[in-house]
């Protein structure tokens, strides 16, 4: 693992090294992270629960992610867009998710920015879409080294400005591309990991928004 970053499950698989032998991070890693998502509740979802886990693990959140949902009403933005001050009351004091009042509004904030760009755009998707990266930009393997040594990338500190300057926040560069990578902007399993190849397939037949 040390050299490659890839880990061998029970099954004979190699896995990126961060689900760790976790069997709620190997379905995480399996079934979710990396692979094309167009719809907008997910995206927006996923783009506020990044926002949670600052100074936090993925794990953390992912552990708490069903009472997120149900605390958020299902992140449904628009009905998250019209939380108020008793809602804000009932969150904080909710024990199954981060009680963290400044992520919380920002969360409110976030879907009544995401009302918006929907209305701009169409969608969400088509508007995060916009900002995939060219493959001529990505490196041709994903090895430990690379993935380690880019937490950022200059598409992500892009999309984290454009997103600020239209009023999002909890959206900076490292959150973003964090988004990125579990949205299937791009794809970062690591070159031995079964996943990377799938992902790859996924990617070549998807259709963008």
Request: charged share 30%.
């Amino acid at each position: 693992m040390e050299k490659t970053g890839v880990i061998e499950g029970e099954d004979g698989r190699g896995r990126c090294f961060w689900y760790g032998g976790l069997e709620d991070y190997r379905r995480y890693h399996d079934e979710e992270w990396g692979r094309p998502v167009t719809d907008d509740i997910r995206l927006f979802e996923k783009i506020c629960l990044e926002g949670f886990q600052s100074g936090l693990s993925w794990l953390t959140i992912l552990r708490k992610r069903e009472n997120f949902r149900a605390a958020f009403a299902g992140f449904d933005f628009d009905k998250v867009s019209a939380f108020g001050e008793e809602d804000i009351a009932r969150l904080v004091a909710d024990a199954g998710i981060i009680r963290h009042r400044g992520k919380i509004v920002s969360t409110i904030n976030n879907a009544r920015r995401a009302i918006e760009m929907r209305d701009e755009f169409g969608s969400l998707a088509r508007f995060f879409w916009s900002f995939e990266p060219g493959a001529d930009t990505r490196p041709e393997v994903m090895t430990l080294e690379t993935l380690r040594a880019n937490p950022t990338t200059p598409v992500s500190v892009l999309l984290s400005k454009t997103l600020k300057k239209r009023g999002w926040t909890f959206v900076g560069p490292t959150t973003v591309y964090a988004f990125m990578q579990a949205m299937g902007l791009v794809n970062d399993h690591l070159d031995g990991c079964f996943c990377q190849s799938q992902v790859n397939t996924l990617r070549l037949n998807f259709r963008r928004p």
